[in-house]
Every structure is written in C-alpha cells, then in structure tokens.
C-alpha cells in the first residue's frame, strides 16, 4: 500500500517541501531509499526499524520503497526519521492516513521511539508557512523555538506513539502557545560594562562611534593595554535588536545547531571571537553540508578577532567578500547558498612583534625590517575595509587605582541609539540601517562637505595616501560623529576626528 507523508529539507536559510513516498509490496524482504538520501538518511532504516518495535507496533518484512521527492536535491541529516516511520506505519494499515494531508512533520526518532530536536527548525516552519502549510509536528525539544512563530500551529512531541495516536484521533498533543517577542525581554548583557574599563577614553570615545555608525574598528596596542576587555564590552552599547534581525539571526544559529533550545530564540546580538588557528571553513562556512560559519553567526553581532595578524593571511582575505557586500555565497559540487554576514568587525593587534612600539611604559626592541614584516601580514585591502585603525597605550597607576567610576555602558548606549535613530530615519525604505553599510550613492547624497572640509580631506588624502575606499570610509565615519552630535550637516571638525582614527595609515605613510 502506498502512502504519502509530507516534510520539509533544508538548503542554506530556506526551506523546500519534500514528499516522503512510501510503499509496501510482496517480494524479497528489502529496503531501497530514493531520492539522493545521504548517509544519516540510508542508517534512519535501522532506527526507524527500532523506533517502531520499541513503540508497540509490527515492523513488516516485506519489499519496502521509500521516495524522497524531489529526487534531484540531496537530502541531509536526520529530520525524516519521524515522516519515513509515519508513512510505514501509514503503508502498513496500523494508522490511518486520513490526516497526513493536514499536516508537515519533521524529527529525528531513537531506537526506543522517543523524539529528538532537529537543527534548523525555525527557517523550516517559517518556509512551510510561506508555502501554505499551517499545521506542522515537531518535536517537544523544538517546542520553544516554534512559539515565536506567528500564524502556524505546532505540535510538540515527545515520541512515536504520541505522533501515531494523534493522527489516529485516539490521543491529543495541544498546540504550542505562541509567544510574542514583546514578552521575550530584549536585553544586553551586564557583565562587561564600560564602567569597569579604567581609563582608555579615546579608545571608549572610538567603540562609541562604531557602535553608532557600524563600523569595522581595528585597536592597536601594547600587550595588557585592555584591547580584548574593551572589545567583549562593546554589546552592551549596541542597539537593541529589531524583530528581522531577531528572526534572521535565530534562523543562522538553528541551522547551525548552536541555538539554546531552552530559549529558542536569540536574545542578545552575537559576540563570536574565533581562535586564531581557525580554518578557512570554521571562519567562512561550508563543509559537505555548507553550514554557516563564525562570520554568519556574528550576523547583527561583532565578530572579535584578538591578535590580527597571528591569523593565517589566507583565512583574513576571506573577510573582505563578506565586509564589502554583507552576505557569503558557499559554493560546493553540488550545493551553492548564500549567507547573511553583516557584522561589525573588531580586531586588535600588537603595534609590533614584540608589542611595545609606541609604548610610554615599555622599550621597543623590534627592528624596522621586523617591524615592516609584522605589518605586511595584513593586507592593504582588507585594512581598507576597517574603518577606524585606533592606538590603545598602556593605562597609568593613577587610572587603575582610582575608585571613580567611570561612564556607564546604558548612559553611551543612550547616545547610541539616538544616533542610530537618525540613521534609521535617513536609510527610511531601504536596506541599510547604519551608516557604516552606506552605498556609494547615498554617501554623495549624505556626506557633502564644504569647500573647508573639502580642503582638510584633499590635504589628509594626499599625505596618508588613502584609496578610494580608505576615503569613502573616513567620510562615514565623519557623518557618523556629526549624528551624535546631532549635526546635519558635516563639519571640519568631524572630518579631523574621522582622520585620527586612520593610525595604521599615518604610521604607514611616515
């Protein structure tokens, strides 16, 4: 007998509707799976097999066929154990098939038929929405990540049998309440606040900036200056996160399966700092199954890399795709997705191999050809991409022992939303939401200066011998100092500021 049992795959953040097919027939006792099942799917036989003696019902010996349609997309990882199971059950008369129609189910089963969470649950329940489908079983490890879905009617369970019984009428799993984000508290974190960082008020003042604008920054300085404590502090003066960015963020970390599936959604924005023996693959993403990697699970968060140029050169020139467009395209034989990678970079270095360069406190013993070395690890074009290059030295007594406390986090956070209020007013009806992701086009629309700043630029442009891009970046940052200080218009005193937060290129060009 022949049934149909509708789920749904995965291919990068979106979903498709796949048809689990289903038929018993007289013959040589067998299993055939179709439908370019990979490995996880050919060794679901074996625990749907258990799932289903270990639940109370027959496994029948029989010639079994299982379809996976479309036939021409690969399937991947465990998510049909749950349809495959309920279209045998369904095949084999010992449920009725009468509302499998009605429904899209998705789980992974272990031997002794209880149900586990999946990767990736969000991006599929919203797909299936969008296609029409309003009523999807899911397992109970999964049940949070679906209540912030709107408009669709989950089912969360814990096993085979309860799946079975339902569908058959004779057992009820009560949907999932939906929960609305307005009751999920949006917050940053209290634990790195910028009223624990003595001293370094250049430093805070240049975060403030990045932070209201979006700004790649890159601090430069001795070892035990502070750079890594000032980065982790940086969240906690972000905006708070929008529904979209909540959404989309949430579907990168489910599909990567680094989602808390207590809370099942992502509460704060991303802080990821990644080793600096990180692989191609682990920073970018891809893999036989082209996952994100760390620069999309910083997707609306920061992305900290400590210590720049330890990292291998061929996995920093990986950054400058995703810097420039705000996405990454993974493509392998026989896969190709695109990710979403718009984050704000934060890096630190050592001025120097053995970090004292320009230090008040410390000698440095580095030669000029060691130096020129260290320095030729990072590229001219991805140091292009980071707008602010900024010195950290090292703190004095006086800063560390002093019992004043310092600026707050909320009360810099307060700056920083006011200034992104106005970006948001500015970038009305279009994809940009700071002025950091400013195209070229609304940068001539937004970033005029007058024949005084226009002199100052001509004259930095042409000692520090920026680029094209190295120029557009100082403009952004520049319009960005002018909305905290709530100025329409761009003066020569923001175009100053934007210049002194170019240190890398004045050191260069000297």
Do not use: W
């Not at 370094?200 to 790649?216: C, D, P, S, V």
């Not at 030295?393 to 992104?420: F, P």
């Amino acid at each position: 007998m022949l049934s149909k049992v509708r789920s749904f795959g995965l291919r990068g953040l979106d979903g498709y509707e796949v048809c689990i097919e289903t038929d018993i027939s007289n013959g040589m006792p067998c299993v055939d799976v179709l439908g370019l099942p990979d490995a996880v799917n050919k060794e679901s036989i074996k625990r749907v097999e258990s799932a289903i003696k270990n639940s109370g019902f027959k496994f029948i010996h029989k010639k079994l066929t299982i379809n996976m349609a479309p036939a021409d997309i690969k399937k991947e990882g465990p998510l049909y154990d749950l349809p495959i199971a309920i279209g045998i059950l369904a095949s084999t008369e010992q449920i009725s098939q009468s509302l499998l129609e009605k429904f899209v189910i998705i789980g992974e089963l272990s031997l002794d038929g209880n149900l586990r969470g999946v990767r990736g649950l969000m991006p599929l329940i919203i797909s299936a929405l969008d296609k029409g489908y309003k009523n999807i079983i899911i397992p109970k490890d999964n049940e949070a990540e679906a209540a912030y879905i709107n408009g669709v009617k989950a089912y969360a369970a814990t096993s085979l049998s309860e799946v079975a019984a339902f569908l058959c009428g004779s057992g009820e799993i009560p949907p999932v309440e939906h929960r609305p984000l307005s009751e999920q508290k949006i917050r940053t974190s209290s634990e790195n606040d910028f009223k624990y960082v003595k001293g370094q008020f250049t430093a805070k003042r240049a975060l403030e900036i990045a932070a209201a604008g979006g700004h790649n920054i890159l601090m430069i300085g001795p070892p035990g200056t502070g750079k890594t404590m000032l980065a982790k502090c940086l969240p906690s003066i972000l905006p708070d996160m929008s529904f979209d960015e909540i959404l989309e963020t949430t579907k990168i970390h489910s599909v990567a399966g680094t989602l808390d599936n207590r809370a099942g959604i992502v509460e704060f924005r991303p802080f990821r700092s990644p080793h600096h023996t990180v692989s191609n693959v682990a920073l970018s993403g891809g893999g036989s199954n082209a996952r994100p990697g760390e620069i999309s699970l910083a997707h609306n968060g920061v992305l900290f890399l400590d210590e720049l140029p330890e990292y291998p050169r061929q996995v920093l020139e990986t950054l400058r795709q995703p810097l420039e467009n705000g996405s990454i395209v993974i493509s392998r034989a026989s896969i190709k997705v695109e990710y979403p990678a718009n984050f704000m970079l934060v890096a630190s270095m050592n001025p120097c191999p053995c970090g004292n360069l320009g230090s008040t406190v410390k000698e440095c013993t580095c030669t000029q050809s060691q130096i020129a070395k260290y320095l030729s690890k990072l590229s001219g074009p991805l140091m292009d991409r980071i707008d602010m290059h900024i010195a950290v030295d090292n703190v004095t007594y006086s800063d560390i022992s002093s019992s004043d406390t310092a600026e707050c986090s909320a009360d810099i956070k307060k700056r920083v939303d006011r200034a992104r209020q106005i970006q948001t007013e500015r970038f009305k009806g279009t994809d940009v939401h700071a002025n950091g992701s400013m195209t070229n086009r609304m940068q001539k629309d937004f970033c005029k200066l007058n024949s005084d700043c226009n002199k100052l630029m001509e004259a930095a442009f042409d000692k520090l011998g920026f680029s094209a891009r190295g120029y557009n970046r100082v403009l952004k940052v520049a319009r960005t100092i002018a909305d905290l200080e709530g100025c329409e218009n761009i003066g020569r005193n923001h175009i100053a500021e934007a210049i002194q937060y170019r240190s890398l290129d004045r050191q260069i060009s000297e």
